[in-house]
C-alpha cells in the first residue's frame, strides 16, 4: 500500500480547519446530512447486489426448467393476456400446443409419478378452456358479423371462411354452420341472425 506524505495531510488539515472556523453554518449541514447520505449510498449498493443475485438466480431457474415449464409461463406471461391479438388459426396453433402438453403428461403418468404429475395436468387444463373459450366466443361474434355487413372483413377469421360463409345460399344454411363450429343454443342464433345479405 503506497503512503500519503505527510506534508500533504498537514496542508489539507490546517486547510479544512480554516474553512471550518470561517464557514461553521455550512459545515453543521454537512455533517447532518452525512448519515443520511451513507445510508441512501448503502441501500443502493444493497439494492444492487440483490438485483444481480436475483438476476442470476433466475438465469440458473430458467436454464434448469424443463421445456413445458417455461412454455407455460410464456402462456401465462405473453399469450392468455394478449389473447384479442391473435386470429383463429394462431389460437388453434396455441390450442394445439397445449393439447400435445397434455397428451405428453397423461402418457408419463404412472401410478408413482401421478401425484407429483396431476397439478401439471390441472393447469394446462386451465389455459385449454381459456384459449377454447375465448376463440369459440370470438369465433361466433366474428360470424355474426360477417352475416350483419356484407363489407365487414374481420381479422379474425380466414378470408376463405368467410367467403364461404357468405357463399352460403340461405340464412338456415347460415345457421347450420355456426351450429356445426359452435354451441350456440336455437334461441341465441335466432336473436343473432335475423337478416340474410
Same mark, same amino acid.
Given at each position: 500500500m503506497?503512503?500519503?506524505?505527510?506534508?500533504?495531510?498537514?496542508?489539507?488539515?490546517?486547510?479544512?480547519?480554516?474553512?471550518?472556523?470561517?464557514?461553521?453554518?455550512?459545515?453543521?449541514?454537512?455533517?447532518?446530512?452525512?448519515?443520511?447520505l451513507?445510508?441512501?449510498?448503502?441501500? %443502493?449498493?444493497?439494492?444492487?447486489?440483490? =438485483?444481480?443475485?436475483? +438476476? /442470476?438466480?433466475?438465469? @440458473?431457474?430458467? !436454464?434448469?426448467?424443463? $421445456?413445458?415449464?417455461?412454455?407455460?409461463?410464456?402462456?401465462?406471461?405473453?399469450?392468455?393476456?394478449?389473447?384479442?391479438?391473435?386470429?383463429?388459426?394462431?389460437?388453434?396453433?396455441?390450442?394445439?400446443?397445449?393439447?400435445?402438453?397434455?397428451m405428453?403428461?397423461?402418457?408419463?403418468?404412472?401410478?408413482?409419478?401421478?401425484?407429483? %404429475?396431476?397439478?401439471?395436468?390441472a393447469k =394446462?387444463?386451465?389455459v +385449454? /378452456?381459456?384459449?377454447? @373459450?375465448?376463440? !369459440?366466443s370470438?369465433? $361466433?361474434?366474428?360470424?355474426?358479423r360477417?352475416?350483419?355487413?356484407?363489407?365487414?372483413?374481420?381479422?379474425?377469421?380466414a378470408?376463405?371462411?368467410?367467403?364461404?360463409?357468405?357463399?352460403?345460399?340461405?340464412?338456415?344454411?347460415?345457421?347450420?354452420?355456426?351450429?356445426?363450429?359452435?354451441?350456440?343454443?336455437?334461441?341465441k342464433?335466432?336473436?343473432?341472425?335475423?337478416?340474410?345479405?
Open positions: 503506497s503512503k500519503i506524505p505527510l506534508e500533504i495531510i498537514k496542508e489539507l488539515g490546517a486547510k479544512g480547519m480554516d474553512y471550518a472556523k470561517k464557514n461553521p453554518g455550512q459545515v453543521k449541514a454537512a455533517l447532518a446530512m452525512a448519515p443520511a451513507l445510508k441512501t449510498l448503502t441501500d %443502493l449498493n444493497d439494492k444492487k447486489h440483490e =438485483w444481480h443475485l436475483n +438476476k /442470476l438466480k433466475k438465469k @440458473s431457474d430458467v !436454464d434448469k426448467m424443463e $421445456y413445458r415449464e417455461t412454455r407455460y409461463m410464456r402462456y401465462q406471461d405473453q399469450i392468455l393476456p394478449n389473447l384479442e391479438s391473435y386470429n383463429y388459426a394462431k389460437l388453434d396453433e396455441c390450442l394445439s400446443e397445449v393439447e400435445s402438453f397434455l405428453q403428461l397423461k402418457s408419463e403418468m404412472t401410478v408413482i409419478k401421478r401425484p407429483k %404429475l396431476m397439478p401439471r395436468v =394446462w387444463q386451465k +385449454k /378452456l381459456q384459449l377454447e @373459450s375465448h376463440r !369459440d370470438r369465433f $361466433y361474434s366474428e360470424l355474426v360477417v352475416n350483419e355487413d356484407v363489407g365487414y372483413d374481420s381479422a379474425f377469421l378470408k376463405s371462411v368467410q367467403a364461404h360463409f357468405r357463399e352460403l345460399p340461405t340464412l338456415e344454411a347460415r345457421k347450420e354452420f355456426v351450429r356445426q363450429f359452435t354451441e350456440k343454443d336455437e334461441q342464433l335466432a336473436l343473432d341472425f335475423l337478416k340474410y345479405n
